[in-house]
């Protein structure tokens, strides 16, 4: 067999091991799981899974390693896009997108990530602290310019201050619409078609935000929106 064929397989195997110990860490927490149960659902041993992870906190931490990937793809893109009001319309759309509907190409990462977010809140806070610190970091700049050059343009009727709380309570909102749709049975019946919820709840921050009305009519096409990041997750 040869080495890419080995380097392959070994790829391969980690992935297994990452995919198997996701759903235990968010359902039980890193302390309630052992490499023993991680080693199962695997369908490895534990001598396999040592080969690939020296210890049950460098599975762990591969696992935020891909939360954070999977939170901040495509995200630096946006620094080739103007500092304007139209770019700080679609970054709040991208962000509450990404939150609210984002993809699960990697071993359903996405509802796990809401669901070690909520148990770490409910802990020390650790994994939620070190998680938004590494993700915000690709956006948090980007929107602060943005609203300045709103602000500048009249556009944004908030002090900066304001506007950039506004950011803030609009990634938060999307964490809280995201928790309590996380039962298989949401926990609040929205009076609307699910997919709509999104449009609300940016419109709602858009708002909340500070943008003009007008601002909000120029620049805001979700369709358009949709369209991009479709074809940016096709790359």
Not at 88 to 101: E, S
Not at 196 to 216: E, F, K, N, Q
Request: net charge negative; proline share 4%; aromatic share 8%.
């Amino acid at each position: 067999m040869s080495d890419s064929t080995e380097r392959m397989k070994a790829i391969d195997r980690r992935a297994a091991i990452l995919a198997a110990a996701l759903p235990l860490f968010a359902a039980n927490g890193p302390d309630g799981v052992t490499t023993k149960e991680i080693a199962a659902a695997a369908a490895v041993s534990e001598a396999l899974l040592y080969r690939h992870f020296p210890s049950k906190q460098a599975i762990f931490e591969a696992i935020q390693e891909d939360c954070v990937r999977e939170a901040t793809e495509n995200i630096g893109r946006l620094e080739e896009l103007p500092d304007n009001t139209a770019t700080l319309v679609m970054c709040i759309y991208l962000l509450m997108w990404k939150i609210l509907r984002g993809p699960q190409r990697i071993y359903g990462l996405h509802t796990c990530i809401a669901r070690l977010q909520l148990r770490s809140l409910l802990d020390d806070g650790s994994f939620a602290r070190s998680f938004l610190e590494l993700s915000s970091a690709a956006w948090v700049d980007k929107l602060s310019r943005c609203v300045d050059a709103a602000i500048a343009a009249g556009d944004l009727e908030n002090d900066r201050e304001g506007a950039e709380l506004g950011i803030w309570f609009a990634h938060h909102m999307s964490i809280a619409l995201r928790m309590y749709g996380l039962p298989s049975e949401p926990v609040v019946a929205y009076p609307v078609d699910p997919a709509a919820i999104l449009d609300h709840a940016v419109l709602y921050c858009l708002r909340g935000l500070g943008l003009t009305r007008s601002a909000i009519n120029a620049h805001y096409n979700p369709r358009v929106f949709d369209l991009l990041l479709s074809g940016a997750e096709t790359r």
